[in-house]
T-cell receptor
Framework: GAGVSQSPSNKVTEKGKDVELRCDPI?????LYWYRQSLGQGLEFLIY????????KSGLPSDRFSAERTGGSVSTLTIQRTQQEDSAVYLCASIDGGRGTGELFFGEGSRLTVL | AQSVSQHNHHVILSEAASLELGCNYS??????LFWYVQYPGQHLQLLLKYFSGDPLVKGIKGFEAEFIKSKFSFNLRKPSVQWSDTAEYFCAVNAVTGRRALTFGSGTRLQVQP
């Protein structure tokens, strides 16, 4: 498709389990963001990939969170040993590297519920 | 690092009322500024943006925003809101150089009553 695709759309897991969330950005977009959206908390920046540069990981809340972007395209956000406070909607967005319109294109999000 | 403050967390207006949502950022360098909107059940989408030039920018659906550099502000305005404007509005900023990750404010929930 033409937009940013995220999977799964919904994930329910038990505390302590690991989860992987996938993002397939718009073809040709060189930059990719992960955000977390919690009720009443707005959008919390997690990590930013720009081309072949080292990712900006400054928003990752703990070492249980990690992300990678393979081949400059698909990205996976991994949360190890999930906790209840990890419950949120995880949003992925891509952009054409800051040139052009500068507009972020968001996916529908992956809603994570940790029981 | 940059940060963004949105002072209005929840705004309730009647149709045809005028709207102004506040946004202030903290960063000493040159920035790009954005307003994104999230309608109920939909994903975030760009409402308008400022990169340079005329500090008064116009976006979709009759929205506009004014960049006031001296006040580090980028307030969103609309002269007459409609019920369909009910949504959550997010201000965002990124630095032109240096750390370029886009930072969002906490959002303002706008409820327009018919």
């Amino acid at each position: 498709g033409a937009g940013v695709s995220q999977s799964p759309s919904n994930k329910v897991t038990e505390k302590g389990k690991d989860v992987e969330l996938r993002c397939d950005p718009i073809s040709g977009h060189t930059a990719l963001y992960w955000y977390r959206q919690s009720l009443g908390q707005g959008l919390e920046f997690l990590i930013y990939f720009q081309g072949n540069s080292a990712p900006d990981k400054s928003g990752l809340p703990s070492d249980r969170f990690s992300a990678e972007r393979t081949g400059g395209s698909v990205s996976t956000l991994t949360i190890q040993r999930t906790q209840q406070e990890d419950s949120a909607v995880y949003l992925c967005a891509s952009i054409d590297g800051g040139r052009g319109t500068g507009e972020l294109f968001f996916g529908e999000g992956s809603r994570l519920t940790v029981l | 690092a940059q940060s963004v403050s949105q002072h209005n967390h929840h705004v309730i207006l009647s149709e045809a009322a005028s709207l102004e949502l506040g946004c202030n950022y903290s960063y000493g360098g040159t920035v790009n500024l954005f307003w994104y909107v999230q309608y109920p059940g939909q994903h975030l989408q760009l409402l308008l943006k400022y990169f340079s030039g005329d500090p008064l920018v116009k976006g979709i659906k009759g929205f506009e925003a004014e960049f006031i550099k001296s006040k580090f502000s980028f307030n969103l305005r609309k002269p007459s809101v409609q019920w369909s404007d009910t949504a959550e509005y997010f201000c965002a900023v990124n630095a032109v150089t240096g750390r370029r990750a886009l930072t969002f404010g906490s959002g303002t929930r706008l409820q327009v009553q018919p």
